[in-house]
Protein backbone atom coordinates (compact mmCIF):
# COMPACT_ATOMS: atom_id res chain seq x y z
CA UNK A 1 0.00 0.00 0.00
CA UNK A 2 1.19 3.10 -0.32
CA UNK A 3 0.37 6.10 1.80
CA UNK A 4 1.29 9.69 0.79
CA UNK A 5 0.45 13.54 0.97
CA UNK A 6 -1.92 14.92 -1.93
CA UNK A 7 1.07 17.08 -2.53
CA UNK A 8 3.04 13.75 -2.97
CA UNK A 9 0.76 12.02 -4.85
CA UNK A 10 0.39 15.09 -7.70
CA UNK A 11 4.15 14.51 -8.30
CA UNK A 12 3.51 10.80 -8.87
CA UNK A 13 3.56 9.10 -12.31
CA UNK A 14 2.12 6.01 -13.05
CA UNK A 15 4.29 2.65 -14.06
CA UNK A 16 3.10 1.67 -17.35
CA UNK A 17 4.86 -1.12 -17.33
CA UNK A 18 2.36 -3.54 -15.32
CA UNK A 19 -1.12 -3.13 -15.73
CA UNK A 20 -3.17 -4.36 -12.88
CA UNK A 21 -5.94 -2.30 -10.44
CA UNK A 22 -5.62 -0.01 -8.00
CA UNK A 23 -7.97 1.03 -5.56
CA UNK A 24 -7.43 4.27 -4.56
CA UNK A 25 -8.99 6.93 -1.86
CA UNK A 26 -8.59 10.43 -0.57
CA UNK A 27 -8.61 11.46 3.17
CA UNK A 28 -8.18 13.51 6.11
CA UNK A 29 -7.74 12.17 9.05
CA UNK A 30 -10.97 10.18 9.86
CA UNK A 31 -12.68 12.01 6.77
CA UNK A 32 -12.65 10.07 3.95
CA UNK A 33 -14.00 12.47 0.71
CA UNK A 34 -13.83 9.57 -2.15
CA UNK A 35 -12.90 5.82 -2.99
CA UNK A 36 -11.99 5.14 -6.32
CA UNK A 37 -10.45 2.47 -8.68
CA UNK A 38 -8.30 3.16 -11.58
CA UNK A 39 -5.38 1.12 -13.39
CA UNK A 40 -3.36 4.55 -13.32
CA UNK A 41 -4.62 6.00 -9.89
CA UNK A 42 -2.06 8.85 -10.23
CA UNK A 43 -3.22 9.79 -13.60
CA UNK A 44 -6.72 9.63 -12.26
CA UNK A 45 -5.82 12.34 -9.62
CA UNK A 46 -5.27 14.85 -12.26
CA UNK A 47 -8.26 13.69 -14.40
CA UNK A 48 -10.03 14.89 -10.73
CA UNK A 49 -8.57 18.28 -10.69
CA UNK A 50 -9.44 18.83 -14.71
CA UNK A 51 -5.83 18.10 -15.86
CA UNK A 52 -5.67 14.68 -17.41
CA UNK A 53 -3.86 13.84 -19.98
CA UNK A 54 -6.63 11.91 -21.62
CA UNK A 55 -8.59 14.56 -23.50
CA UNK A 56 -12.00 12.54 -23.54
CA UNK A 57 -11.97 13.69 -20.28
CA UNK A 58 -13.78 16.78 -18.52
CA UNK A 59 -11.21 19.94 -19.17
CA UNK A 60 -12.76 20.85 -15.95
CA UNK A 61 -12.29 19.76 -12.16
CA UNK A 62 -14.99 17.54 -10.62
CA UNK A 63 -16.65 17.69 -7.61
CA UNK A 64 -13.49 15.94 -5.89
CA UNK A 65 -11.18 18.02 -7.83
CA UNK A 66 -13.00 21.28 -6.73
CA UNK A 67 -12.76 19.96 -2.57
CA UNK A 68 -8.92 19.21 -2.89
CA UNK A 69 -8.46 22.64 -5.27
CA UNK A 70 -10.99 25.21 -3.04
CA UNK A 71 -9.28 23.86 0.30
CA UNK A 72 -5.30 24.34 -1.12
CA UNK A 73 -2.83 24.58 0.76
CA UNK A 74 -4.76 22.43 3.70
CA UNK A 75 -5.78 19.86 0.92
CA UNK A 76 -2.27 19.23 0.13
CA UNK A 77 -1.61 17.24 3.05
CA UNK A 78 -4.46 15.56 3.03
CA UNK A 79 -3.87 11.40 2.45
CA UNK A 80 -3.71 9.57 -0.49
CA UNK A 81 -3.53 6.14 -0.25
CA UNK A 82 -3.31 3.45 -2.74
CA UNK A 83 -3.53 -0.12 -3.05
CA UNK A 84 -3.42 -2.69 -5.67
CA UNK A 85 -6.25 -5.27 -6.00
CA UNK A 86 -3.57 -7.63 -5.92
CA UNK A 87 -2.63 -6.91 -2.01
CA UNK A 88 -5.95 -6.19 -1.01
CA UNK A 89 -6.53 -9.98 -1.95
CA UNK A 90 -3.46 -11.13 -0.38
CA UNK A 91 -4.55 -9.47 3.22
CA UNK A 92 -8.50 -11.29 2.52
CA UNK A 93 -8.45 -14.19 4.96
CA UNK A 94 -11.28 -15.98 2.70
CA UNK A 95 -10.34 -17.45 -0.41
CA UNK A 96 -12.81 -16.38 -2.34
CA UNK A 97 -11.30 -13.17 -4.41
CA UNK A 98 -13.89 -10.67 -5.79
CA UNK A 99 -13.06 -8.39 -8.56
CA UNK A 100 -12.13 -4.80 -8.29
CA UNK A 101 -15.37 -3.45 -8.96
CA UNK A 102 -16.73 -5.43 -6.45
CA UNK A 103 -14.20 -4.43 -4.02
CA UNK A 104 -14.99 -0.59 -5.06
CA UNK A 105 -18.53 -1.16 -4.07
CA UNK A 106 -17.60 -3.02 -0.80
CA UNK A 107 -15.38 -0.36 0.36
CA UNK A 108 -17.93 2.61 -0.61
CA UNK A 109 -20.66 1.24 1.08
CA UNK A 110 -18.83 0.04 4.08
CA UNK A 111 -16.83 3.19 4.34
CA UNK A 112 -20.00 5.92 3.33
CA UNK A 113 -17.09 8.70 1.58
CA UNK A 114 -18.49 11.98 1.31
CA UNK A 115 -18.19 12.24 -2.74
CA UNK A 116 -19.17 9.28 -3.47
CA UNK A 117 -22.71 8.98 -5.37
CA UNK A 118 -22.78 5.36 -6.55
CA UNK A 119 -23.43 2.37 -4.19
CA UNK A 120 -23.79 5.35 -1.63
CA UNK A 121 -27.38 5.64 -0.21
CA UNK A 122 -26.25 7.35 3.36
CA UNK A 123 -22.89 9.48 2.17
CA UNK A 124 -20.89 10.83 5.30
CA UNK A 125 -21.53 14.43 5.57
CA UNK A 126 -18.92 16.50 4.56
CA UNK A 127 -18.03 18.83 7.36
CA UNK A 128 -18.49 22.25 7.11
CA UNK A 129 -14.47 23.43 7.57
CA UNK A 130 -14.17 21.95 3.98
CA UNK A 131 -16.54 24.00 2.10
CA UNK A 132 -15.54 27.44 0.78
CA UNK A 133 -17.43 29.94 -0.01
CA UNK A 134 -16.19 29.75 -4.01
CA UNK A 135 -16.40 25.85 -4.03
CA UNK A 136 -18.36 23.49 -3.69
CA UNK A 137 -21.17 24.19 -1.48
CA UNK A 138 -25.08 23.25 -2.83
CA UNK A 139 -23.82 20.53 -4.76
CA UNK A 140 -25.53 18.10 -3.59
CA UNK A 141 -23.53 17.08 -0.99
CA UNK A 142 -24.64 17.04 2.44
CA UNK A 143 -22.93 19.28 5.13
CA UNK A 144 -22.67 18.75 8.26
CA UNK A 145 -21.87 21.23 11.31
Known sequence: MQKLTMKEALDMYDNDSRIQDYIYLYRDGEVIFYIGKS???????????GQGEDKRCQSFPDQVGKL???????SLE??????SLEEIHAKQESSIKIGIDDMEKELI????????????????PLPLHYRKSSGIANEGIKQSQ
Open 68 to 74: ILNNQPV
Open 39 to 49: VQPFERLQEHL
Open 109 to 124: MHFKPCLNDMYNRNPT
Open 78 to 83: WRVEIM
